[in-house]
Each structure stands twice: as structure tokens, then as C-alpha cells.
């Protein structure tokens, strides 16, 4: 696992100071059908590759991110804060 | 069934003290008066600048996250003044007691800290401030000088950050002070 994340607001940080959430996905529709909700809560691609995920700052500033990061390589594209991914 | 009385004590009351280690003092570890330690919150991106009187020191105002402060030594007025001065931008609250603050300084204190923490401790500048993990426990981390740094913690992690400073300590020469 990619073990320094370049946290938007207090800088480059170990891994251990995070929590990490799960995959960030796009939340369906409140009247979406059953199997759909069963879908977004459950089931995960588990994917070799880029992946997104939502990560808490819990020994830093306290912010929940959006880490965009490669399961197979460790790479970090990309930190950001998961207020500004808000419609 | 008598009431619970409470008793104000300080956190470090039983803390070790003392020269441990090695001869010399690579590193002096000192308990630092409970005096004032404020909490504000405000939107983030709004600027600090109006709580800096609030607060002294070589590091008065500490920046905690995105619209998070902490406001460190007896600067001007009180807190129901500051809450009535800084409203509605800031919210304030008094965590004087829930928080202790020790200093760590000398020509190894810089070496200690980086057993525990992964901050740049080279890019933070003096007056600047980190919230980060020390081993497992929470700190606020600041530089007052360019060997001297605070640590902030909270108060029931006290003593357990107090005697794991001066076990990392020891091959350095450490002498504490409560
Ligand atoms: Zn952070």
C-alpha cells in the first residue's frame, strides 16, 4: 500500500495516520432500485489498477480526502479534499 | 453514597524526572504551565490574523487543519472577550484543560522527534505548526526555535507521551522537568 499520501493541507504523511474508508463511488439515486443500493453498499471490484477511495486524516487535520492512488505500483496521482468533490 | 469530589491536579504531578541516558544533554524535556489553550473554528480559508493577540509566545496561533486553531499563551483578554470580539467569524472554546503542553529543545531534540513523527521536521519553520502522530499518540507539534519545539497532547496521553520521550531519549542524554 502506497505509504506516503501528499495530503492537500498538511503535506506528505504515513500511511498510519489515516483511516482508510473504501472505494469513493457515485451514490445512486434515493429512488434507485433495491439490487442498485444492494450494489453500492456490498459489492466491490477489488481492482489490480487505479483505484479511488475515500481517506480520513485522522492523526493530521481531520479531513475526509478522495485518494486516487494504483493498487499495483503504490503510485499517488492524486489527493483531494472530498468537500470539493461535492455537487 | 458520598458526592465525587474533584480534585485539580496537574497531569505530570507523578511524571519522572530527572537525567536519564547517556552523559550530557542532548535534549532537555520541560512540563509547561496550564495556562491558556484555545480551540477556534471558523470557515476554512477565513484568515487568522484577528485571534494572534489572543495568544503569545514564539508560536502563538497554531493551525490544526482547514479552519482549525489553536490559541497557545496568556495573550490579551479573556475568553468571554475574545468570544464577543472574534463572533460570528470564530467559534472558541477553553481546552485549556484538556490538553498539556511540553517543550522539547537542544541540539538532539530535532532527532528525537523524528523517531515518532514523519513531518519534515527541516521544512518546519519556526513559528509553524503540525497536527501528526507520535508513535500512536496525537500531537500537536510546533517550533519555537531552531532547536526547540512544543508538543501539545492530550491530557490523559500525558505522561504515556512523557515517558516515551524520555525513553527515545536516552542515547542522546535527556534531562526532564515537570
Ligand atoms: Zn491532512
Redesign the pocket.
Known amino acids: 500500500m502506497a505509504s506516503l499520501i501528499p495530503?492537500p493541507?498538511?503535506g506528505p504523511?504515513p500511511k498510519e495516520e489515516f483511516t482508510v474508508r473504501g472505494a469513493a463511488l457515485p451514490r445512486p439515486a434515493p429512488n434507485a432500485p433495491v439490487a442498485e443500493w444492494q450494489a453500492h453498499v456490498y459489492l466491490r471490484e477489488n481492482p489490480r489498477g487505479d483505484y479511488a477511495e475515500h481517506w480520513h486524516?485522522s492523526g493530521?487535520?481531520r479531513?475526509w480526502l478522495v485518494v486516487n492512488r494504483n493498487t499495483a505500483t503504490h503510485a499517488v496521482h492524486s489527493v483531494t479534499d472530498a468537500a470539493g468533490e461535492r455537487p | 453514597m458520598p458526592d465525587t469530589v474533584l480534585i485539580a491536579r496537574p497531569a505530570l504531578a507523578s511524571a519522572a524526572t530527572g537525567h536519564f541516558g547517556a552523559p550530557g544533554t542532548g535534549v532537555t524535556l520541560a512540563a509547561l504551565p496550564e495556562d491558556r489553550l484555545w480551540q477556534a473554528l471558523a470557515r476554512p480559508g477565513t484568515d487568522p490574523a484577528p485571534m494572534l493577540a489572543y495568544g503569545a509566545g514564539r508560536c502563538p496561533l497554531r493551525s490544526i487543519?482547514p479552519g482549525q486553531w489553536l490559541i497557545v499563551g496568556v495573550g490579551t483578554g479573556t475568553l468571554a472577550e475574545a468570544q464577543a470580539a472574534l463572533a460570528p467569524t470564530f467559534a472558541l472554546s477553553d481546552q485549556t484543560h484538556g490538553r498539556m503542553r511540553v517543550s522539547l529543545s537542544g541540539p538532539r531534540a530535532a532527532d528525537l522527534l523524528a523517531k515518532g513523527t514523519a513531518v519534515n521536521l527541516a521544512l518546519l519553520p519556526e513559528g509553524g505548526a503540525a497536527q501528526t502522530l507520535f508513535g500512536h499518540i496525537g500531537i500537536t507539534l510546533a517550533r519555537t526555535g531552531p532547536e526547540a519545539f512544543e508538543l501539545a497532547v492530550l491530557r490523559g496521553f500525558a505522561l504515556s507521551l512523557w515517558d516515551e520521550l524520555i525513553l527515545l531519549g536516552r542515547e542522546y542524554g535527556i534531562e526532564a522537568r515537570a
Open positions: 495530503c493541507h498538511c504523511r486524516h493530521g487535520c479531513r | 487543519g
